[in-house]
């Protein structure tokens, strides 16, 4: 495994920690803004989703612009 993909392997884990994190707190953030607003609360899972893979997205499109 070379340098670069070694550093790819290690931001993919982190990215995946951080959102494994998340993932598992969801359904109490989601109960505690539903108590405020039912949309709110959707919306924040709509927003979660779309981040994981926009994360990924951004990071190909930064790796490609590299030329990796």
Same mark, same amino acid.
């Given at each position: 495994?070379?340098? !670069? !993909?070694?550093?790819?392997? =290690?931001?993919? /884990?982190? =990215?995946? =920690? *951080?959102? +494994?994190? #998340?993932?598992? /707190?969801?359904?109490?953030?989601? /109960?505690?803004? +539903?108590?405020?607003?039912? #949309?709110?609360?959707?919306? =924040?899972? #709509?927003?979660?989703? /779309?981040?994981?893979? +926009? ?6 499109? *930064?790796?490609? !612009?590299? +030329? !990796?």
């Amino acid at each position: 495994m070379d340098r !670069n !993909n070694r550093n790819a392997a =290690i931001a993919a /884990l982190w =990215i995946m =920690i *951080a959102f +494994g994190v #998340v993932a598992f /707190l969801m359904p109490k953030i989601m /109960l505690a803004v +539903g108590d405020y607003s039912t #949309v709110a609360a959707g919306a =924040i899972a #709509v927003f979660f989703v /779309l981040a994981f893979f +926009g994360v990924f997205w951004l990071r190909g499109r *930064a790796q490609r !612009n590299r +030329g !990796n």
